[in-house]
């Protein structure tokens, strides 16, 4: 049936009836006018001084089609633009060298050749060849598109611009070794640069903006579009609507591995070393890199405080290999690949001041070692301001790989738990291979995290995220034996700038706004505002929060992927001292989108084979129909949706929890980053390439062990910690249980006479166990019912009422790493020798390391048994509601505002009994549903 002749179905009457009521309750009217004939139409354009004047296609100069343009190798030709009438233009190379003098004058470019060049300087020359690139556009009447076809192809090494073009943009020599480096260089041994540090995204579609060279996309109408904040604050309201299947775990780990991938570069003003402000100032004093987000006068939220400017700098431009020219360009300042950046850092200079230099260690702090804690993260001294807000000047922040690591607590736990991890396996080889110095342990543990990292990562988050479809078609579906020649080189793993700015941000619609801790036994303990945690990552010094926090995000439900997103992040990001408003997560998104040319939703939906919206009643089914409705009200034309925006609303394509455009971008990056990741766990045949047997351990690791190895005193938590417990699909085990084995680092003992190592440290792959090089996952036809993750579940599952776990034979206890040597020694700041548990609105119990804790038992306990009848699951599977419903949530607990840590009940049973209903709460028909249709 032709969907656009479609009726709302009951389930969509009901929806609209609900929302109504919800929308009147919040006083937001649920059918805003069309934004042109509103009130809200007297938005300002941006004044930032942009010329945003699109080019009607009538004055357009001719465009050759494409591929037309040919370098010219001989004299001075730099390239040929084929015109109307079958004769060409050609650009000189002198053409060229003046463009670019010209701007470098105006622009005041210093600095010799081959200097080493700070994110600053590369962001600066960057300009200088956006500008550069304009210049030529003038003066040969170049289309618009000739810049991104076209300008790159000239050689720049026959131009003045290679005395000024970095020296590490230089093809380097690369080599075969074992280990990665650290900046990612060499990776693709013919293209060096692909997903190095400091290096350019790719594009999967040209760039569009507004000029063709630089300035942020406008409407195909030649208006300028929404403002971000009109778009936000009517489609992006917060409804607090929650999955039905993944804990809070999963945001937790998307955002860690999106440290591990992306980093846009900020601009910064060269005086202060910071990002400009920008609000404050008139919009001719501004910095150039100044596009702040207007706020409309009718703000429901801003207008209270008069708030008419939202911070926004653009994004530092990056240089792409040799210095071409072009069109803006999004830099990295991280690598690409998942290969733990964000434990190590990018470059040798970070990875060095981590590093503890004996044992193969990383620094810690111990302050909390004489309560029986574990180590923490050592303390940011260096610039302890940036990226934390410090209650005073004798309290730090963490040192991590990823300057991010303060942002927030998920992210300080996890780059605690990932440190700790490393430690934990070094102080395993030192008693394993006692003859391996300090260089050899830290790069062999490293070598195994960035393989954990990435085994995780395909193995428990991408099929929840994406489901079985998606993963089979980009070809994620992990293999459980054998090993693969998945390395492609014609692949590249750089990150994508649709990726960094719209696509992988799906994860902040899954955001609560508020984060619980829990008891290691599972009870609830209390929860606080995320904005009151922002930057804020002190509380990790309590001890046994570092625990409550871990058994928190195992046990509270995430939001859904949907167009509702917290009002925390919504109004309140980053918010500072007494102001009670902050910056808005969502206008943020769609203003970094339009500051880096990412064409609209519609553009994606035809890159990803979808049919593009001629009309609004294409996009009927595409969205529930409110947010089509508010669509229509808010952009003139359906080529003009933000893609962050439809990508988080639209709806969930089967068994994935992001719809078919995001599946489609998010899907294709992590293909490219398996099979152009030279590097990958799978791969054998290389130096790099672990053993069969020891691909075979670390297909064993899952999150909840290295949660279990790696807490103070977690000894519990379910197989797959991203999903809710459920005692048939997704058990609580004891961490000493073997359905949860941990990875027998014997494999890697190396006896001398052993072919595993070489004497130069090249690690082959043995003789007794020749590398298999299995099917290539696209030709093998997978016998796959549910996602990876969920068979072995499902088997694990049923013995799960037996007291059948015999103990891990791999838990061995070892000795707590040494202490740090005197010279490596971070004496932590005084205050923390004895810190006080931190209490917050709704204290929890203090930490009371209990004895049970203190003297683990040896032998096993079964998990504890519910005292009440076996739990609901904590799944509805809701069949015919295209995957979505609202019930009522129980009374007295309206739309959910902000709780102020109050629980929201009463605290839970023992038991599984656990998961709370939320206030309102949206039922999606997801991968668990079918588990349990599956399992009848
Ligand atoms: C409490 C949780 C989170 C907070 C406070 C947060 C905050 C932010 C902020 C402030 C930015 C920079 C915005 C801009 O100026 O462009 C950002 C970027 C980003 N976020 Fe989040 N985020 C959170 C969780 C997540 C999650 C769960 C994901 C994905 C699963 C995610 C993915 C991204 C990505 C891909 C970027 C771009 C990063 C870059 O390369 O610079 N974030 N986030």
Redesign the pocket.
């Known amino acids: 049936m032709d969907s656009r002749n479609r009726l709302p179905s009951d389930i969509e009457k009901l929806q609209w009836i609900v929302f109504g009521l919800v929308a009147s309750l919040v006083g937001v009217d649920p059918q805003p006018q069309r934004h042109p004939h509103s009130l809200w139409s007297s938005f300002l354009p941006p004044t930032n001084g942009i010329d945003h004047q699109r080019q009607s296609p009538a004055k357009r100069p001719f465009q050759p089609p494409v591929n037309q343009y040919t370098r010219q190798g001989g004299d001075n030709c730099a390239i040929n633009i084929p015109g109307r009438n079958g004769d060409s233009a050609c650009v000189t190379y002198e053409a060229v060298n003046a463009a670019f003098s010209a701007t470098k004058q105006r622009m005041n470019l210093p600095g010799p050749k081959g200097r080493s060049m700070t994110d600053i300087d590369v962001d600066h020359l960057s300009q200088i060849l956006v500008e550069t690139s304009r210049n030529l556009i003038r003066e040969y009447n170049l289309h618009p598109d000739a810049v991104h076809e076209a300008l790159p192809l000239i050689d720049t090494q026959r131009t003045v611009i290679d005395d000024f073009c970095p020296a590490y943009l230089k093809r380097p020599k690369c080599s075969v070794k074992r280990y990665r480096e650290y900046n990612g260089m060499c990776n693709n041994l013919d293209h060096p640069h692909w997903g190095a540090t400091l290096s350019t995204m790719r594009r999967l579609l040209p760039p569009d903006y507004a000029d063709g060279v630089s300035e942020p996309r406008i409407s195909v109408t030649g208006k300028e579009l929404p403002t971000a904040r009109y778009v936000s604050a009517i489609n992006h309201r917060d409804f607090g609507f929650h999955d039905h299947a993944v804990t809070v775990y999963l945001?937790?780990w998307?955002?860690l591995i999106?440290h591990d991938?992306?980093?846009?570069a900020e601009s910064k003003d060269p005086e202060t070393d910071a990002e400009p402000k920008c609000c404050d100032k008139t919009p001719n004093q501004r910095h150039p890199a100044c596009w702040p987000v207007e706020i409309p006068t009718e703000d429901p939220f801003y207008s209270n405080f008069g708030r008419r400017c939202m911070e926004?700098v653009r994004?530092g431009s990056g240089l792409t290999e040799n210095c071409k020219l072009g069109s803006r360009t999004t830099m990295?300042i991280i690598t690409s690949t998942l290969d733990a950046n964000f434990v190590y850092g990018s470059s040798k200079e970070t990875a060095d001041k981590l590093r503890r230099f004996q044992g193969g260690l990383l620094k810690t702090n111990s302050a909390n070692h004489h309560l029986g804690l574990k180590d923490l993260l050592p303390p940011k001294l260096e610039s302890p301001d940036a990226g934390c807000v410090r209650p005073n000047k004798d309290v730090y922040c963490f040192l991590a790989g990823d300057t991010r690591a303060n942002?927030?607590v998920?992210l300080t736990t996890h780059h605690t738990i990932m440190m700790r991890e490393h430690n934990r396996i070094a102080v395993e080889f030192g008693y394993i291979n006692p003859h391996w110095d300090d260089e050899k342990i830290y790069q062999e543990t490293r070598h195994i995290v960035a393989a954990m990292v990435q085994h995780i990562t395909y193995n428990e988050f991408l099929p929840m995220v994406l489901g079985k479809d998606i993963m089979s078609r980009y070809g994620l579906l992990l293999d459980k034996k054998g090993m693969g020649s998945f390395y492609d080189p014609t692949v590249d793993p750089t990150i994508p700038v649709g990726?960094?700015?719209a696509a992988?941000?799906?994860?902040?619609s899954?955001?609560p706004s508020t984060i619980e801790r829990w008891s290691v036994s599972h009870q609830f303990v209390s929860a606080r505002r995320?904005s009151e945690m922002?930057l804020n990552p002190i509380d990790m010094y309590g001890p046994g929060i570092c625990d409550q926090y871990l058994s928190g995000f195992m046990n509270q439900v995430s939001q859904a992927v949907d167009d509702s997103v917290t009002e925390e992040?919504t109004n309140h990001?980053?918010q500072e001292g007494q102001n009670r408003w902050g910056?808005d997560?969502a206008s943020?998104?769609m203003?970094?989108g339009r500051d880096n040319g990412v064409p609209s939703y519609n553009a994606f939906r035809r890159y990803c084979g979808l049919p593009p919206a001629r009309h609004w009643d294409d996009l009927i089914g595409v969205f529930t129909n409110d947010t089509l409705q508010r669509y229509t009200n808010i952009y003139s034309t359906p080529d003009d949706i933000d893609l962050w925006s439809a990508g988080i609303s639209e709806r969930p394509a089967p068994g994935s929890m992001v719809g078919p455009v995001f599946g489609c971008i998010i899907g294709e990056t992590f293909r490219n980053l398996r099979y152009g990741d030279r590097f990958w766990y799978e791969n054998g045949g290389w130096p790099s390439s672990f053993t069969q047997a020891q691909l075979q351990e670390i297909r064993k690791v899952k999150l909840s062990r290295l949660v279990c190895d790696n807490g103070d005193h977690i000894d519990s938590a379910q197989v797959y910690v991203m999903v809710l417990p459920d005692p048939k699909l997704n058990p609580r085990v004891p961490c000493r249980s073997s359905v949860l084995p941990r990875i027998n680092l014997e494999l890697w003992r190396d006896s001398g006479d052993n072919a595993n190592y070489n004497n130069d440290g090249v690690h082959s792959t043995g003789t007794e166990e020749p590398a298999t090089v299995s099917i290539h996952p696209h030709e093998t036809e997978q016998l796959f019912q549910v996602p990876p993750a969920f068979q072995h579940l499902q088997e694990e599952a049923l013995l799960f009422d037996e007291p059948k776990y015999p103990p891990d034979p791999n838990h061995h206890i070892r000795p707590p790493p040494p202490p740090p040597s005197q010279q490596d020694y971070v004496e932590p700041p005084h205050h923390q020798h004895h810190p006080e548990p931190i209490h917050h609105h709704s204290a929890g119990p203090a930490y009371q390391p209990d004895q049970q804790h203190q003297h683990r038992p040896q032998q096993y306990h079964p998990p504890p048994k519910a005292s009440h009848p076996p739990p609901v699951p904590a799944i509805f599977p809701v069949s015919g509601t295209g995957g979505v419903l609202l019930l009522p949530g129980p009374p007295g607990h309206g739309h959910h505002g902000h709780h102020h840590g109050h629980n929201y009940g009463p605290p839970p049973a023992a038991g599984y009994n656990h998961v709370r209903r939320p206030p309102r709460t949206r039922v999606k028909s997801n991968i668990l549903g079918k588990l349990l249709k599956l399992k009848g």
Request: hydrophobic share 55%; net charge positive.
């Open positions: 945001p937790a998307g955002q999106d991938m992306t980093m846009g926004f994004s990295n942002q927030q998920m990726f960094f700015a992988y941000r799906f994860g902040h899954l955001i995320l922002l992040l990001l980053f910056l997560l943020l998104n203003q970094r």
